[in-house]
């Protein structure tokens, strides 16, 4: 894949304030496809829609529920953004909000995949042309829970995005077979194959200057990791792998400047905390305190969406290896 010169046209971070009635969301460089919106003065849902289920169809990452139709929560995408109505998950009266918003496409390494079970080992087809590094999938029409691939623990594992539970091993769930350029598999297990259940799943490559999917080793140390993703990231969500530890999201709008300590937590509906510490660096990021959920002694799993490019389509400066 390309390097990305300008990430803005793919992913962005949008803050807002709701108005308790209808209002529009604007000044984006893209259409999104899939728009991610968390309340953060309040403990409502976190609300996930995309442009292949509908707008008005939404799931929580916070929760195993099936998919729900609401007419009142995000009711279209537009041109730069999305419009809401009343709904408080979405737009309660004076009430602060982010949303994550990402572009579908191959050239950003993300694709948006729909797909029914069968109950049975079967392969999906995704439009990426290279391995996904993560696959977040999700059952629409039943309560299961999320299911998360990545590449960093294999495909004979698996971890829950609506829990704080560690990774599982269980070959149901991509038949211990590794993603290809063209497609991932599915085993048995009905939170990502259930006979007769539809499936949404977003797939992701990283891509140099814009995306990032790794691993790193933390520290337990208030001087913490850094990790190098190659660019300046605006978006960083981090699980840790073989422990009950929720996944902690942060962006560069929350505060907007050095320390970064405002985070949400993708599994949880709570408000936004302010406990977890960290630098958002040109090239990467660092750990700035010794909390469990992103800096024990421990192996943790990062998700990484830029900025700034540490290095662009112009440049001919090398790449240093990726902090593990």
């Given at each position: 894949?390309?390097?990305?010169?300008?990430?803005?046209?793919?992913?962005?971070?949008?803050?807002?304030?709701?108005?308790?009635?209808?209002?529009?969301?604007?000044?984006?460089?893209f259409?999104?496809?899939?728009?991610?919106?968390?309340?953060?003065?309040?403990?409502?849902?976190?609300?996930?829609?995309?442009?292949?289920?509908?707008?008005?169809?939404?799931?929580?990452?916070n929760?195993?529920?099936?998919?729900?139709?609401?007419?009142?929560?995000?009711?279209?995408?537009?041109?730069?953004?999305?419009?809401?109505?009343?709904?408080?998950?979405?737009n309660?009266?004076?009430?602060?909000?982010?949303?994550?918003?990402?572009?579908?496409?191959?050239?950003?390494g993300?694709?948006?995949?729909?797909?029914?079970?069968?109950?049975?080992?079967?392969?999906?087809?995704?439009?990426?042309?290279?391995?996904?590094?993560?696959?977040?999938?999700?059952?629409?029409?039943?309560?299961?829970?999320?299911?998360?691939?990545?590449?960093?623990?294999?495909?004979?594992?698996?971890?829950?995005?609506?829990?704080?539970?560690?990774?599982?091993?269980?070959?149901?769930?991509?038949?211990?077979?590794?993603?290809?350029?063209?497609?991932?598999?599915?085993?048995?297990?009905?939170?990502?194959?259930?006979?007769?259940?539809?499936?949404?799943?977003?797939?992701?490559?990283?891509?140099?200057?814009?995306?990032?999917?790794?691993?790193?080793?933390?520290?337990?140390?208030?001087?913490?990791?850094?990790?190098?993703?190659?660019?300046k990231?605006?978006f960083?969500?981090?699980?840790r792998?073989?422990?009950?530890?929720?996944w902690?999201?942060?962006?560069?709008?929350?505060?907007?400047?050095?320390?970064?300590?405002?985070?949400?937590?993708?599994?949880?509906?709570?408000?936004?905390?302010?406990?977890?510490?960290?630098?958002?660096?040109?090239?990467?990021?660092?750990?700035?305190?010794?909390?469990?959920?992103?800096?024990?002694?421990?192996?943790?799993?990062?998700?990484?969406?830029?900025?700034?490019?540490?290095?662009?389509?112009?440049?001919?400066?090398?790449?240093?290896?990726?902090?593990?």
């Open positions: 894949m390309a390097i990305i010169d300008k990430p803005s046209d793919y992913f962005e971070t949008k803050l807002y304030t709701g108005n308790g009635g209808t209002q529009s969301i604007t000044g984006l460089d259409q999104p496809d899939w728009v991610w919106i968390k309340d953060r003065d309040d403990t409502y849902k976190q609300m996930l829609v995309d442009s292949v289920r509908g707008a008005t169809k939404h799931l929580s990452s929760s195993d529920a099936a998919e729900i139709t609401n007419t009142a929560n995000v009711t279209s995408f537009t041109s730069d953004g999305f419009a809401l109505s009343s709904d408080g998950n979405v309660a009266n004076a009430d602060k909000y982010a949303s994550w918003n990402w572009k579908e496409s191959a050239t950003a993300f694709d948006i995949v729909s797909y029914s079970g069968t109950g049975s080992a079967k392969t999906v087809s995704h439009n990426l042309g290279v391995k996904p590094d993560v696959i977040i999938c999700k059952s629409r029409s039943g309560a299961e829970e999320w299911r998360v691939y990545s590449s960093y623990l294999g495909a004979t594992k698996a971890l829950r995005l609506n829990g704080t539970n560690a990774e599982d091993t269980d070959s149901g769930y991509w038949n211990n077979t590794e993603p290809t350029s063209s497609v991932f598999t599915v085993g048995t297990n009905g939170g990502t194959n259930g006979n007769g259940v539809t499936f949404i799943a977003y797939c992701f490559a990283s891509v140099k200057g814009y995306s990032k999917f790794g691993s790193y080793t933390g520290n337990n140390n208030a001087n913490g990791t850094f990790v190098y993703t190659g660019f990231p605006a960083v969500m981090i699980k792998t073989s422990d009950t530890q929720g902690v999201m942060w962006d560069n709008k929350r505060p907007g400047f050095n320390v970064t300590n405002q985070s949400l937590t993708a599994n949880e509906t709570s408000a936004e905390e302010t406990g977890r510490i960290f630098d958002i660096l040109s090239n990467g990021f660092k750990m700035r305190d010794t909390n469990t959920a992103t800096n024990a002694a421990s192996t943790y799993i990062y998700f990484v969406f830029a900025e700034n490019p540490f290095v662009t389509s112009t440049d001919n400066g090398s790449i240093p290896a990726t902090a593990r």
